[in-house]
């Protein structure tokens, strides 16, 4: 499709997930983050599945919720964490896990700074459920949690 006939399509209001990437959408003039180019991959891969990818009507990954998981990622990312897990939802959401010796970060990105944050505790018996918009710094205090305890235990959480 030519450009011109791709601006035309968003000029009246066509779905954006007519349209599959050609190229990687997502820029690495970030920190080159050791997962940044299996995450940029994964997040492609998302933005290109059809409509109805399950079988049951499921959507496409919105491609701007893909790229704020990029971005949230950047920031709040541990050089010592392993690249995380991440999911296609059936509404275009995002889930962006970790799971590590009984240890668990969830992070549902339903829509860019709409993020419902699940974190497991192995030592706890219940889990800590909040709704984020732009501030991680929770996040990153559970990274720091767990590579605390993993060093204490000396695990290795390489991928």
Known sequence: M????SAT???NNTNIHNFRPLYNYF???????????NVSQRLNELCALDTNWDGYGAQPVNYTNARFVEYMLVAIYNTEFPTPFIAPG?????QVEWHIDGWEIELHC??????????YN???KEGIEIELDSNFNIVVKWM?????????NDISITA
Do not use: M, Y
């Not at 820029?27 to 180019?37: A, C, D, K, L, S």
């Not at 339903?110 to 974190?119: A, E, G, H, Q, W």
């Open 2 to 5: 030519s450009f011109a006939k």
């Open 9 to 11: 399509a968003f000029q």
């Open 27 to 37: 820029v690495q003039g970030e920190p080159n983050f050791h997962w940044r180019n």
């Open 90 to 94: 059936v509404d275009g959401d995002l």
């Open 110 to 119: 339903v829509s860019p700074r709409k993020v419902n944050t699940t974190f």
């Open 122 to 124: 192995p030592n706890s």
């Open 144 to 152: 720091t949690l767990i590579l605390n305890a993993i060093c204490d």
